[in-house]
């Protein structure tokens, strides 16, 4: 008898066994993970905002690491269900791009209907009705110094699927600091100001000297603060983590919320007028503090104020108007001009040009230094009265020199860029951070007959060219990328072109 009901508990495990192991099998996932294709790097189109250099930016890529975990739910019918335990990562490729985890299906998933599998990590998430919220709490305790940052990311899969393609969730917003002021400062990320469904504020990691390994701060942003010193810099990764209900949100109306010694500074709202931000999506932004001021050197200006004189630290001290004259913001056209006129006109001739008589330009009635090219004067520079921009903007503003492009030219960075839909060139100081921004322009129709408006920049200086042909003048041109580059030439002074002043008067 006894050994007939060991037996029979034998039978009974041996039959019970593979059916347990089965529904086991049944219930458990295995994944193959990727990170996400679009590796948020610099180099990615539509990543910098502001032309802000790829070369030292902040690779947003990020890396499978040891202990990693996996936030699963399962959505069925409707509802939404979350596995009981985290998925911890195994099989890490050696460059941490792909990795697998598994887990098993929550207990009230039927295994053989349909379900969709929704995994999260980097960031803590819920259900929320029948849709999984991300939180702000980040998961990682801490990043690894030298490669990369935490990321926010999650995947969508069907039943039946073994592969994890997880995918950015966040918008990443990079911002260096520079402290261009005389004293060290300490300064505090408040975050963007932004507008829903984007969370306002989201982790920020500051990191002093642009260098990996500050700290991490979860949540609330406003409690990360980091000393700059004077003359240095610091760089900021946040990010913003959207309801992920809504698809294709984007971030607007941003300003910038700081502290710096104690004290809430605020940004203009120039931000406004910039592309939004969209989720994946990484925004390289600089900003400095002067002492007194937060500038955001791609908004160039601290207020709505225009014009602004903008100190690029150049060797003579000469300073430039922050837009063109006619202009209300730096990144508007403004007007044309023939040289030594003072007033846009509809179409730029040498008939119609002051100081052609007769619209010959070899009978030169002012700025003439040839007698075969018109009345000699030997005036060589425009005289305030035929200024533009002494003109139009007062006596504190004059048209460059030659020597103010040459010096522009040689002491900042400058490139070709777009800047919210805007084309032109960029003139960053190479000693304090801040630029100023020519927008391409371009000329009037009937100016020479080429070229057109965002393909390049004609911007007169006040210097004839006193030489041979003495009907040109001296501008700085300058072409889109694929056109070629900035240059200081001479064109023919009865065609319209823009003027940016320098600031000549007392501040
Ligand atoms: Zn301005």
Redesign the pocket.
């Known amino acids: 008898m006894k050994k007939i009901a060991s037996l029979l508990l034998l039978l009974l495990t041996v039959a019970l066994l593979p059916s347990c192991e089965e529904d086991i099998e049944k219930r458990q996932v295995i994944f193959t993970a990727t990170m996400p294709s679009d590796d948020l790097s610099s180099s990615r189109p539509g990543c910098i905002i502001n032309g802000v250099p790829a070369a030292d930016a902040f690779n947003l890529s990020d890396q499978w690491k040891t202990g990693d975990k996996i936030q699963i739910f399962v959505r069925q019918d409707g509802k939404v269900y979350q596995a009981e335990s985290l998925s911890v990562v195994s099989d890490i490729s050696s460059d941490g791009k792909t990795c697998s985890f598994e887990f098993v299906l929550p207990k009230s998933v039927k295994p053989e209907s349909d379900y969709e599998i929704i995994g999260v990590t980097g960031v803590e998430a819920q259900i929320d009705g029948s849709n999984v919220v991300a939180l702000c709490n980040l998961k990682r305790e801490s990043f690894d110094s030298g490669k990369s940052v935490v990321l926010p990311m999650w995947f969508t899969a069907k039943k039946g699927s073994s592969k994890a393609n997880f995918r950015h969730l966040c918008a990443y917003e990079i911002l260096y600091v520079s402290n261009v002021s005389d004293a060290s400062i300490t300064f505090k990320h408040s975050g963007f100001q932004t507008q829903t469904p984007w969370y306002r504020y989201s982790a920020s990691i500051l990191l002093p000297d642009g260098k990996y390994g500050g700290k991490e701060v979860q949540g609330d942003a406003e409690s990360n603060e980091s000393t700059i010193p004077s003359g240095g810099t610091g760089t900021i990764v946040s990010w913003y983590i959207p309801n992920v209900t809504v698809d294709g949100v984007t971030i607007n109306n941003v300003r910038l919320k700081a502290v710096v010694n104690g004290n809430a500074v605020t940004t203009t709202d120039a931000l406004k007028s910039y592309k939004t931000f969209t989720y994946g999506s990484a925004y390289y932004m600089q900003v400095t503090w002067d002492g007194s001021t937060l500038y955001f050197s791609n908004e160039?200006?601290?207020?709505?104020?225009?014009?602004?004189i903008?100190d690029l630290g150049l060797p003579s001290g000469t300073k430039w108007?922050?837009?063109n004259i006619g202009a209300n913001?730096?990144l508007e056209n403004g007007n044309y001009y023939a040289w030594g006129e003072t007033t846009p006109k509809p179409s730029y001739t040498k008939s119609g040009y002051k100081w052609y008589i007769g619209g010959d330009d070899h009978n030169i009635s002012k700025y003439c230094s040839m007698s075969s090219y018109g009345t000699v004067d030997n005036r060589t520079e425009l005289e305030p009265e035929d200024d533009a921009a002494y003109v139009n903007w007062g006596p504190e503003w004059r048209m460059p020199s030659g020597h103010q492009f040459r010096e522009l030219l040689d002491n900042t960075t400058s490139h070709w860029t777009n800047i919210n839909g805007t084309e032109g060139y960029i003139f960053k100081s190479n000693t304090n951070n801040r630029a100023v921004f020519f927008p391409a322009a371009g000329w009037p129709s009937g100016n020479g007959g080429y070229g057109g408006e965002e393909s390049g920049g004609n911007y007169w200086s006040r210097i004839m060219f006193n030489d041979e042909p003495q009907n040109y003048a001296v501008i700085l041109g300058f072409r889109n990328s694929s056109m070629g580059s900035l240059t200081l030439a001479y064109y023919s002074r009865h065609h319209g072109s823009s003027v940016r002043a320098v600031y000549v008067g007392q501040e």
């Open positions: 160039f200006c601290p207020d709505s104020n225009h014009p602004h903008i108007a922050c837009c913001v730096p």
